[in-house]
């Protein structure tokens, strides 16, 4: 049900943002176990796998929003450490993104089916090609470290 509502909503978003241009700030995670990354796929927008993250709530650090989203999302508790930003111009909103970088044990997530449709481990040299355009400026971001 609550499924429903995200894609009904989700195009509502999009339209206030046409209209609006807002700026907003979000962030993003790098989740990695040795060589090996995880990444999910929405259950709104584009269907491309991506990482974690979301946008931060008022008064929230970047640190507690990456934090949340990755526990509301994959059911994970990390660590993160900050590896840099970028600002893009997406669904007609500037949007700026805090990129975090967490190490973990593998373990499968425990998907939340609201807003997260799948998620998977894979091979960070064999990802796949339905990819969000982010996901490879963060992982260079990361490797630049």
Same mark, same amino acid.
Request: aromatic share 10%; glycine share 6%.
């Given at each position: ?21 807002? &700026? #907003?700030?979000?962030?993003? !995670?790098?989740i990695l ?16 796998? #991506? ?7 008022? *008064?929230? #650090? ?16 990390? #660590? ?18 805090? !990129?975090?970088?967490?190490?973990i044990a593998k373990?499968?997530? &425990? ?13 960070? *040299? *064999?990802?796949?090609?339905? $990819? ?9 971001? $990361?490797?630049?470290?």
């Amino acid at each position: 049900m609550l499924s429903i509502i995200y894609k009904i909503i989700y195009p509502l978003l999009k339209l206030y943002w046409f209209i609006f241009r807002p &700026k #907003t700030q979000g962030v993003m !995670c790098l989740i990695l176990s040795g060589d090996e990354l995880l990444l999910i796929r929405h259950t709104y927008g584009h269907s491309a796998w #991506t990482l974690s993250g979301g946008g931060l709530k008022k *008064n929230e #650090t970047q640190e507690d929003a990456v934090k949340r989203e990755v526990k509301e999302e994959l059911g994970l508790d990390i #660590t993160p450490q900050y590896i840099g930003e970028f600002t893009h111009n997406t669904e007609h909103k500037i949007d700026t993104v805090f !990129c975090f970088v967490a190490s973990i044990a593998k373990k499968e997530p &425990k998907i939340d089916h609201l807003e997260v449709k799948d998620a998977k481990w894979w091979k960070i *040299n *064999n990802l796949p090609k339905d $990819h969000s355009m982010s996901l490879q400026r963060v992982i260079l971001m $990361h490797k630049s470290k």
